[in-house]
């Protein structure tokens, strides 16, 4: 499994389809729901099949093998010069 790579969210949460859509974990909101649904969906290592589930700052979503960490977007640098 690969190290987790952060993924900027305002508000300090988000819905766990709504993440694996921003995160490029799946390409499509539509896709997000079955791949919750089949059970292919960590979240802090443990299978969580709610697509609405609220993640919050520092939650690890996995799927397939690939990590995404919730981070706040205000304190995120891109590492962009603008």
């Not at 499994?1 to 859509?21: A, C, N, T, W, Y």
């Not at 979240?43 to 099949?49: K, L, S, Y």
């Not at 939650?59 to 010069?81: H, K, N």
Request: a negative charge; hydrophobic letters at 40%.
């Amino acid at each position: 499994m690969s190290d987790p790579f952060d993924v900027p969210v305002r508000d300090g949460s988000i819905r766990l389809g709504q993440f694996l859509k921003l995160a490029n974990l799946v390409e499509s909101g539509a896709q997000a729901k079955p791949v919750i649904a089949e059970g292919r969906v960590l979240v802090n290592g443990e299978v969580d099949t709610r697509r609405g589930r609220q993640l919050v700052v520092g939650d690890v979503v996995t799927l397939d093998g690939q990590s995404a960490r919730a981070v706040d977007a205000e304190g995120f640098d891109d590492g962009l010069p603008w």
